[in-house]
C-alpha cells in the first residue's frame, strides 16, 4: 500500500521560512519519484518540485530559488524547503508519487494523494 505522509505546514509570515516533511516507505523513496504539489484556495491543484535519483525536477518556476526538495533514505522522508515565502504560496501542499522512477511532464501521471498540509503565509 502507497503510504505518504505530509506535515510540518503552519501559518507563517511573509518572508519567513518552512520545511514540509513527507514520510513514505523504503520501497517508494527507492524507486519512485515524489513530487511537491499545492492548491490554493478556488484554484487547481499544481505541481511544485519533483526529485528522483539523479536529479529534481521543477513544476513552477514561480518557486525557484527560494523552494528547495530533498530525500534522507534513512529517515524515509522527503522535504521541501521553503525560503522567502509569500501570500501567493499560502495553500494546501501534498507529496505524491507517479509510481515512476522519473518525473513525468504530464501531471495527471500523478494519482495518488496524501491528507495534505496546511501553509498559510500571512502577516
Known amino acids: 500500500q502507497l503510504q505518504l505522509v505530509e506535515s510540518g505546514g503552519g501559518l507563517v509570515q511573509p518572508g519567513g521560512s518552512l520545511r514540509l516533511s513527507c514520510v513514505t516507505s523504503?520501497?517508494?523513496?527507492?524507486?519512485?519519484?515524489i513530487a511537491w504539489f499545492r492548491q490554493a484556495p478556488g484554484k487547481e491543484r499544481e505541481g511544485v518540485l519533483c526529485?528522483?535519483?539523479?536529479?529534481?525536477?521543477v513544476y513552477d518556476i514561480s518557486v525557484e530559488g527560494r523552494f528547495t526538495i530533498s530525500r534522507d533514505s534513512a529517515k524515509k522522508t522527503v522535504y521541501l524547503q521553503m525560503n522567502s515565502l509569500k501570500p501567493e504560496d499560502t495553500a494546501v501542499y501534498y507529496c505524491?508519487?507517479?509510481?515512476?522512477?522519473?518525473?513525468?511532464?504530464?501531471?495527471?501521471?500523478?494519482?495518488?494523494w496524501g491528507q495534505g498540509t496546511q501553509v498559510t503565509v500571512s502577516s
Open positions: 526529485i528522483y535519483r539523479s536529479g529534481t525536477t
Open positions: 523504503e520501497f517508494t523513496l527507492e524507486y519512485y519519484a
Open positions: 505524491t508519487t507517479p509510481r515512476r522512477a522519473y518525473c513525468p511532464h504530464d501531471l495527471g501521471d500523478f494519482k495518488s
